[in-house]
């Protein structure tokens, strides 16, 4: 199994600003995920971060709003860039193992944008 | 598309209860099916998983029976507790390898 620690849980932002979530697994994992919940909805994924490459985007999100980085096989981290009231999520960090059904998620960031 | 559908919450039940959550799904092929459950102030778990059809997946008193014919994989526990309060999650694994999920349902549990 994965143990998946997300940073911040939670924060406050201003509107028009930007912020940058980390994730970090506790064992190499080949994939990464980033999802987006917003209240009273489900998940939806965001992208698919890539190690050493540019994250594959689902349809309707784009790099310039969500840019995401992952440097390695065990850390991603998702920005959320000149933030939106509409922005406002849970936003969580998914990892799962190429080849399994299984796929871990961290405790999600709950962000409220004003 | 693939689509997931679980019936809404919340559902509220006495403890030792009959729990019933119904999913269906939408989805081109024989989709790995899932149940996540979220407990508060925590990520998502898996709580069980069946890959074909006819398969019963489960785990902690609870389990769901992938049901090719009613494309459904309805949670059932025989005897909710108190702990079991928690929101739970069906979701499918599409042909690309996407977890497709449900909008959730919340689940109270009174003593």
């Known amino acids: 199994s994965a143990v998946i620690s997300q940073k911040p849980s939670r924060d406050i932002c201003q509107r028009g600003t930007s912020l940058t979530i980390q994730c970090q697994v506790d064992?190499?994992?080949?994939?990464m995920f980033w999802y987006r919940q917003q209240p009273g909805q489900s998940l939806t994924l965001i992208a698919t971060a890539n190690q050493g490459s540019e994250a594959t985007y689902e349809s309707g999100f784009v790099i310039d709003k969500f840019p995401i980085s992952r440097p390695n096989l065990t850390f991603s981290t998702l920005t959320v860039s000149n933030m939106s009231p509409e922005d406002s999520s849970i936003y969580l960090c998914?990892?799962?193992?190429?080849?399994?059904?299984?796929?871990?998620f961290g405790p999600g960031t709950r962000l409220t944008v004003l | 598309g693939n689509s997931v559908t679980q019936m809404e919450g919340p559902v509220t039940l006495s403890e030792e209860a009959f729990l019933t959550i119904n999913c269906t799904y939408t989805a081109t092929g024989y989709p790995s099916l899932f149940w996540y459950v979220q407990y508060p102030g925590e990520g998502l778990q898996l709580l069980l998983k069946?890959?074909?059809?006819?398969d019963k997946g489960s785990n902690k008193g609870f389990e769901a029976t992938y049901r090719k014919e009613t494309t459904s994989f309805h949670l059932e526990k025989g005897s909710v507790q108190v702990s079991d309060s928690a929101v739970y999650f069906c979701?499918?694994?599409?042909?690309?390898?996407?977890?497709?999920f449900g909008q959730g349902t919340e689940l109270s549990v009174k003593p």
């Open positions: 979701a499918l694994r599409n042909q690309g390898g996407k977890l497709i």
């Open positions: 998914s990892a799962g193992q190429g080849g399994t059904d299984t796929q871990y």
């Open positions: 069946a890959t074909k059809a006819d």
């Open positions: 064992s190499q994992v080949t994939m």
